[in-house]
């Protein structure tokens, strides 16, 4: 990955931030490559969060999971079933934050699968 990738992303966060000062504005490149030229990498390690595409899936996969298990026992819907099934799926929940630490600044790393499978097994 070039630095002029990593330098389009710093000029839309720092657009962001210049907008809305008091927002909280989170730069996150998703990237398919594992080769990311150093420059690049020292660019982005106060701002941006480089995610690896297997990083992303592994987000998606962990999500479809609970949501998947959430519709299969709430049975035909009523209140008590969805209540039940709320309850049940919440104990396997991430802890509250995990999506803020999944998007921190990977202060010139890039983060894959097994870092956001043990960020999700830690929360």
């Not at 070039?2 to 992303?9: E, L, M, W, Y």
């Not at 592994?58 to 039940?84: C, N, P």
């Not at 802890?95 to 921190?104: D, K």
């Amino acid at each position: 990955m070039p630095r002029a990738d990593v330098n389009q992303i710093l000029g839309q966060v720092k657009e962001e931030k210049n907008r809305s000062p008091n927002a909280k504005v989170v730069g996150c490149l998703l990237v398919v490559l594992d080769g990311i030229e150093s420059d690049a990498l020292r660019a982005a390690r106060d701002e941006i969060a480089i995610m690896h595409e297997d990083a992303a899936l592994t987000i998606f996969d962990a999500t479809a999971e609970l949501f998947t298990a959430y519709m299969t026992t709430w049975g035909s819907g009523l209140a008590i079933e969805r209540g039940s099934a709320r309850n049940e799926i919440e104990k396997r929940l991430p802890a509250a934050g995990w999506l803020n630490r999944l998007l921190t600044p990977t202060t010139g790393s890039v983060m894959r699968a097994q870092n956001v499978r043990a960020l999700l097994v830690s929360s």
